[in-house]
């Protein structure tokens, strides 16, 4: 059975950093490329960086880029998001979420290709 299990979300000042980890189980993690989406309630997700299987092709969305790094350790079955420079519209249901397969840029960065989801960890940036 394969899991995804989000934590490191929480409650920061504007201008602060969380690490978010996304940790699998049940798949052969180093074959898979791995995203992080964030949805507010009753908005649409919206794709805010990805990391191919390999870690050679890195995609931001452009809210997020310059302040946000994604990395992964197939060691630890763990990809990481670093975020840095928080803002009041960061706040956010952040996901992780993984596929195998192509590691284009436009199946990377589409919600439509993504198998397997986590539950999601809440980040909330006071302003």
């Known amino acids: 059975q394969v899991q995804l299990a989000e934590s490191g979300g929480g409650l920061v000042q504007a201008g602060g950093s969380l690490r978010l980890s996304c940790t699998a189980s049940?798949?052969?993690?180093?074959?898979?490329?791995v995203a992080w989406f964030r949805q507010e309630p009753g908005k649409e997700r919206a794709f805010v960086s990805a990391?191919?299987?390999?870690?050679?092709?890195?995609y931001y969305s452009d809210s997020v880029k310059g302040r946000f790094t994604i990395s992964r350790d197939d060691a630890k079955n763990t990809v990481y998001l670093q975020m840095n420079s928080l803002k009041p519209e960061d706040t956010s249901i952040y996901r992780c979420?993984?596929?195998?397969?192509?590691?284009?840029?436009?199946?990377?960065?589409?919600?439509?290709?993504?198998?397997?989801w986590g539950q999601g960890t809440q980040v909330t940036v006071a302003s």
């Open positions: 049940g798949l052969t993690f180093s074959t898979y490329n």
């Open positions: 990391i191919s299987w390999s870690g050679n092709t890195i």
């Open positions: 979420a993984a596929y195998n397969g192509d590691s284009r840029e436009g199946p990377l960065m589409s919600d439509t290709w993504y198998d397997y």
